[in-house]
């Protein structure tokens, strides 16, 4: 074994990777509903390996979490700049809040029993769940005219105050917003929930079929026998049953293969191809015979995903949208910021949202002309657009300005941020370039992470005994302080003062605190989809907001 620990210490790189591997193994390990994940287990690992005494380079961890915060920024960008609507500033004031108040409860706190501003630091990250806040504070630490010797102490307490923490406040978060908030302000979240999708759904049943996310449609060949559809057009019958969404596809009359236009005249003994789902279908049999044409019912269609970037479309709703290109198109499914939204005939679809489309090519391809362009299906990633972004962003994060005796400046990571959030938003709106993939965007966000705390684990493995004794357990009910007092608050602030309805204020609550993993519980217990529309802005902002606090709980401690 002892070979083992010199061979780690003469390579680091083996180390590096031992941690990383470890961290996704012990990731997978579920405390009850809960999961570790990647990160946690990452920083556990790290920690134990770096008991070790491993020196690995600092600028490892630098690149490593620029391409993480770089490939944030570009998630979120879109949506962040849909932040400047008017109906979007409850969900802003909201975050601000939530945000602001975590920052001065760990200020407070952190005062009273004399935590160091590392310790601060990872307090703030770990109960907050927000790890961009270690890169941050770190870097801001760096700039600090102190020894290096207080330099390390800091920086090593910000992951062990995270890894005593960030169990506690994910925990408590997940547990508070779906289980706790809603009996604090008597409401029952699943009635409420339940309440919503009648309306959020009910408001037209066959457009909402049109615009549906369920996938059992059907293709069938029909024989008209009913006087009652003979003389209407195409357009006419696809809205004649009124419980949801009817597509000709294409029309036989005396044995020719016609084009189903929407102003074609049908007759009877006309044979359709008509797609519509089961229980509409068994409607459309009331008119017709279902009969065997496999040269009509031979109609290639193709799935694809559009990304919305032309202005006439972004801002409009789903049903505008589908009054202008109806013929042959199924919504499959609408992701926004990586999340998939449910969605009605009045969802406004944004820039930068991708809309998963099925239909024949033709109408496809002139679809996608409209709304923005199709997603190539191709690994390739612009590394050039990549790599000039961190670029610009670690010149523009150079630059400072000393507020009351304190540097203060974006760093190269938060440069990193900005120009991600940037170069995102010119992505939705200029598709020819900056293509990243989902494969390989999920390759910089937790991959980059996952490097970065790992490293920052090792290096402060070997204080890890003593930090734990300085701050003493404690810190676990702490952490439990600034988990849930800005929600609480923010709770409150947004029921009675924004007047916001509970799922959606719920939903924008864990998105203000950057916890995926609530919004899961939250739509488990509400048993509905409709919390992540007020999930998408408020998670923009609050990454933003928490990767800011880094180097400004520092400059408050300093």
Not at 41 to 57: A, E, H, N, Q, R
Not at 69 to 82: C, D, H, M, R, W
Not at 231 to 247: A, K, N, Q
Request: proline share 4%.
């Amino acid at each position: 074994m002892e070979y083992l620990f010199e061979i780690l210490r003469q390579h680091p790189e083996l180390a590096l990777f031992l941690t990383v591997a470890m961290g996704f193994l012990v990731g997978k390990v579920s405390l009850g509903s809960f999961k570790i994940g990647a990160v946690l287990g990452t920083l556990f690992s790290g920690l134990l390996i770096g008991l070790l005494d491993i020196s690995i380079p600092s600028l490892i961890k630098t690149i490593f979490f620029d391409m993480f915060i770089f490939a944030t920024g570009f998630k979120v960008g879109p949506q962040f700049f849909q932040l400047l609507k008017k109906d979007a500033l409850p969900q802003i004031l909201l975050t601000v809040i939530i945000c602001v108040t975590s920052l001065t409860t760990v200020y407070v706190i952190s005062k009273l029993l004399n935590y160091n501003m590392g310790t601060a630091a990872g307090l703030l990250a770990g109960a907050f769940t927000e790890s961009t806040v270690i890169g941050t504070a770190g870097q801001a630490i760096e700039r600090l005219a102190i020894t290096g010797d207080l330099k390390n102490i800091y920086i090593n307490s910000i992951p062990i105050a995270y890894a005593a923490t960030y169990l506690v406040g994910t925990a408590a978060v997940v547990l508070f917003l779906p289980n706790v908030a809603p009996r604090l302000i008597r409401v029952n979240i699943k009635e409420l929930a339940q309440k919503l999708d009648g309306q959020f759904f009910g408001k037209n049943q066959s457009v909402k079929n049109e615009t549906s996310s369920n996938p059992v449609w059907n293709l069938r060949a029909l024989q008209l026998n009913s006087t009652m559809l003979s003389g209407m057009t195409v357009e006419e019958i696809e809205y004649f049953i009124p419980e949801g969404r009817v597509i000709i596809e294409r029309i036989r009359r005396n044995g020719l293969l016609l084009d189903a236009h929407q102003k074609t005249i049908l007759q009877e003994g006309d044979v359709i191809a008509v797609t519509a789902r089961q229980e509409v279908m068994v409607q459309l049999f009331r008119y017709g015979n279902e009969i065997t044409d496999k040269e009509l019912l031979d109609i290639p269609r193709q799935t694809v995903k559009i990304v919305v970037t032309k202005r006439a479309a972004a801002g409009k709703t789903l049903r505008e949208l589908a009054e202008l290109y109806r013929q042959g198109i199924v919504l499959q499914k609408l992701t926004r910021t990586g999340v998939d939204m449910p969605f009605d005939t009045d969802t406004v679809v944004n820039r930068g949202d991708c809309l998963v489309l099925d239909g024949h090519p033709k109408y496809l391809e002139r679809t996608s002309k409209e709304l923005g362009f199709v997603e190539p299906v191709t690994p390739d990633t612009d590394i050039l657009f990549v790599a000039l972004g961190i670029f610009i962003g670690g010149i523009l994060g150079s630059f400072s300005l000393t507020l009351f005796g304190v540097p203060v400046a974006l760093s190269a990571s938060g440069g990193a941020l900005v120009m991600g959030l940037f170069f995102g938003w010119l992505r939705s709106h200029r598709p020819t370039f900056g293509r990243i993939p989902d494969a390989a965007l999920w390759i910089f966000d937790t991959l980059g992470l996952t490097v970065f705390i790992g490293v920052v684990g090792i290096s402060a493995g070997p204080g890890l005994i003593s930090g734990l004794s300085h701050t003493g357990f404690s810190i676990i009910l702490v952490a439990l302080a600034v988990a849930l007092l800005p929600h609480v608050i923010g709770l409150y602030f947004g029921y009675y003062i924004l007047k916001m309805n509970p799922v959606m204020l719920l939903g924008a609550q864990s998105g203000a605190g950057t916890s995926t993993s609530a919004l899961k519980s939250l739509q488990d217990v509400a048993g509905s989809k409709l919390p992540v529309l007020g999930y998408t802005i408020p998670y923009a902002l609050g990454n933003i907001l928490l990767t800011a606090w880094g180097p400004v709980i520092v400059g408050m401690l300093s």
